[in-house]
């Protein structure tokens, strides 16, 4: 199998690399909270949740008004 010259000069995913290094870190016993790719590795916390739920309740009626 042939790889074309441009597939070969694709750069190395650095969201990879990233999340690679932070499982590493968290090998070692390291502190590590990491953003790299998909979701943070703890919950929201209460206080936020119960902020977005308010706003929903505010927000969701009008939404819902202008979509009919």
Known sequence: MT?????KNINPSQ???ITAQALEM???GKKV?????????????ENIRERQF???KKVLPITLQVQE
């Open 3 to 7: 790889i074309s010259e441009r597939v």
């Open 15 to 17: 969201t990879l690399a």
């Open 26 to 28: 968290k090998r070692e």
């Open 33 to 45: 909270i990491s953003f790299a790719a998909g979701e943070p590795d703890f919950d929201t916390p």
């Open 54 to 56: 308010q706003l929903l």
